[in-house]
């Protein structure tokens, strides 16, 4: 995942304890996971120590699931 707005926002706020900070950037993955599900999964992955649980749990609701994702991907590509 390159560093995106959404991305860099995180990285700088997800130490903030205020409830509606940590829920906004969980908002934010998820739109971002919108067009990139794979690339954001990756990124909660590799910075659930960092991020809240609030915005992990935030980032995965409705949202695909990297399997799903990846299967969807393979589908467009034949």
């Not at 829920?23 to 590799?46: E, M, N, S």
Request: positive net charge; charged residues 40%; proline residues 5%.
């Amino acid at each position: 995942m390159t560093r995106s707005n959404t991305t860099e926002i995180t990285i700088y706020s997800c130490r903030d304890e205020d409830f509606f900070i940590r829920k906004a950037i969980g908002w934010a993955l998820r739109q971002y996971a919108k067009t990139d599900p794979l690339a954001v999964h990756a990124y909660i992955d590799r910075e659930r120590g960092r991020l809240s649980p609030l915005s992990v749990s935030e980032a995965r609701k409705r949202g695909p699931e990297p399997e799903k994702a990846k299967n969807k991907k393979k589908r467009k590509k034949s």
